[in-house]
């Protein structure tokens, strides 16, 4: 079973292409996450969040859009694609603040390439 | 504020022993200690939070200095599969962001 499933796992557009990715979890966490990961392998936060309330957003271009219709389930819609967000977006689940500290669960990854 | 990690890359034979560290300039809530092996998803290991509590994970273990707001993960007796790249998390308090260092690279060789 599959804990945090990201679809799809790789994605090749043109520029100024709209693409969205989805996410969803089973394990029963109330906050989701997105981050980015460059090439240097940088892993930085984007969004998060909890119980479908944003409750955290980075200096992330408006291009950007998440989207939670439950808690279970985090979307990133991305418009106007730019080369510069060729990167791997991972999400990732756990527990809130109001519930167990555990570590953070991260999806497989979607490998965008804009060319 | 990101936390810095060193060193940025270790080499080691099987079975040697290694250390990576995390120090942050800000007061920490809780460290995360995550690998990621090349072309998968990062896999959580330990968290620790202030308190200076050490936790162990089989032969990977790791301390929190709330002092000096640094961490420290142990790997002892290092096997093939430990290579890939370590990430420390910080949290200056619950719920907040969780921030990740540059990464460390170990590469465990025959």
């Known amino acids: 079973d599959t804990a945090v499933s990201q679809t799809p796992k790789y994605l090749v557009t043109q520029m100024g292409n709209d693409k969205s990715i989805k996410c969803e979890q089973n394990l029963g966490h109330d906050t989701m996450y997105w981050y980015k990961q460059d090439s240097k392998k940088f892993l930085k936060i984007m969004f998060s969040?909890?119980?479908?309330?944003?409750?955290i957003n980075e200096t992330v271009p408006n291009r950007f859009s998440p989207k939670s219709p439950d808690k279970a389930h985090l979307n990133l819609h991305i418009n106007s694609l730019e080369l510069g967000d060729s990167a791997v977006y991972f999400c990732a689940s756990s527990h809130g603040p109001g519930q167990g500290v555990v570590g953070y669960t991260f999806g497989s990854g979607t490998r965008l390439t804009v060319v | 504020q990101q936390p810095v990690q060193s060193p940025q890359a270790v080499i080691l034979r099987e079975g040697e022993d290694a250390v990576i560290n995390c120090s942050s300039s800000?007061?920490?809530?809780?460290v995360h200690w995550y690998r990621q092996k090349h072309g998968e998803a990062p896999i959580f290991l330990m968290i620790l939070l202030k308190g200076g509590e050490q936790k162990g994970h089989d032969k990977i273990s790791a301390s929190f200095n709330e002092k000096k707001q640094q961490s420290s993960l142990y790997l002892t007796a290092s096997q093939l599969s430990y290579s890939g790249t370590y990430f420390c998390?910080?949290?200056?308090?619950?719920?907040?962001?969780?921030?990740f260092g540059q990464g460390t690279e170990l590469s465990v060789k025959p």
């Open positions: 998390g910080t949290e200056i308090y619950r719920g907040g962001k969780l921030i």
């Open positions: 969040y909890n119980n479908k309330e944003l409750i």
């Open positions: 800000k007061a920490l809530y809780s």
